[in-house]
C-alpha cells in the first residue's frame, strides 16, 4: 500500500500570493488532516476533512482553506499570504477520525519572503 | 503555547546509555501517540497508549501512559545511533492531535 504523498515538497511565495499544496492520502484512509509545523515546535493542528467535510478546525484564521476529494486526496489553500506562514505543512491521514494512529507524508517546505 | 510540556528539549548520549523523555499536561486526553521526525521527513507513529497506567514495550523502547492520562512518557535502553531523532508526543482529543515541542535525541557512537 502507498503512504502519503504531499506536493510539492519545497515551495518559495511572495508576501501577499495565495499558495496550494496537496495531499494525495494513504489508500484506505478517509479522514485527512493538516498540521503546520514551525521551525524548533511540534506541529500544530489547522483543520481535518472527513468524507469530503470539515471536521475540526484549528486556531487558524480563514484565509487558510481546505478541500477533500471524492478520492479522499485534499488541498490546503493559503492566501494573503505573510511571512510567519513559512513552515513544514504536514498532511495525516487516518481510516478514522479520531485515530487511531495518523499516517504523516514527509511535508511541503513553504518558505515566503 | 503547547497543551503538553515536553522534557528535556535536548538530550545528548553515549551509545549504549539509557534515557527517558518526558511529556507532561494538564490535560486529559483519550490517548497518546509517540512519534519519531527525522529531518526532512513527517513524524513517524510509534506507540498509541490509550488506557491510564498502560505500559507498553518496543524492543529497547518502553512507553507509559499516566493513571490520569495527562502525561506520559519514553525510556529507551541501550541506546543507539539509530535512535538520533526528535521524538514528539501528542494527546488525542476528539478529533485533532496536540502535539508537544519535541525532544531532539543524539546518540553517539
Known amino acids: 500500500e502507498t503512504g502519503v504523498t504531499q506536493s510539492p515538497t519545497h515551495l518559495i511565495k511572495t508576501r501577499g500570493q495565495q499558495v496550494t499544496l496537496r495531499c494525495s492520502s494513504q489508500?484506505?484512509?478517509?479522514?485527512v488532516s493538516w498540521y503546520q509545523q514551525a521551525l524548533g515546535q511540534g506541529p500544530q493542528f489547522i483543520f481535518q476533512?472527513?468524507?469530503?467535510?470539515?471536521?475540526g478546525r484549528g486556531n487558524f484564521p480563514p484565509r487558510f482553506s481546505g478541500l477533500q476529494f471524492p478520492n479522499y486526496s485534499s488541498e490546503l489553500n493559503v492566501n494573503a499570504l505573510e511571512l510567519d506562514d513559512s513552515a513544514l505543512y504536514l498532511c495525516?491521514?487516518?481510516?478514522?477520525?479520531?485515530?487511531?494512529?495518523?499516517?504523516f507524508g514527509s511535508g511541503t517546505r513553504l518558505t515566503v519572503v | 503555547t503547547q497543551l503538553l510540556e515536553q522534557s528535556p528539549q535536548f538530550l545528548s548520549i553515549q551509545e549504549g546509555e539509557n534515557l527517558t523523555v518526558y511529556c507532561n499536561s494538564s490535560?486529559?486526553?483519550?490517548?497518546l501517540q509517540w512519534y519519531r521526525q527525522e529531518p526532512g521527513e513527517g513524524p513517524v507513529l510509534l506507540v498509541t497508549?490509550?488506557?491510564?497506567?498502560e505500559v507498553k514495550k518496543l524492543k529497547r523502547l518502553t512507553f507509559q501512559f499516566g493513571d490520569a492520562r495527562k502525561d506520559s512518557s519514553l525510556h529507551i535502553t541501550a541506546a543507539q545511533p539509530g535512535d538520533t531523532g526528535l521524538y514528539l508526543c501528542?494527546?488525542?482529543?476528539?478529533?485533532?492531535?496536540?502535539f508537544g515541542a519535541g525532544t531532539t535525541v543524539t546518540v553517539r557512537a
Open positions: 495525516a491521514s487516518s481510516g478514522d477520525r479520531e485515530g487511531p494512529g495518523y499516517t
Open positions: 489508500s484506505g484512509h478517509n479522514t
Open positions: 476533512y472527513y468524507r469530503e467535510e470539515e471536521n
Open positions: 490535560s486529559v486526553f483519550s490517548s
Open positions: 497508549v490509550v488506557t491510564g497506567g
Open positions: 501528542a494527546g488525542a482529543q476528539d478529533y485533532k492531535l496536540s
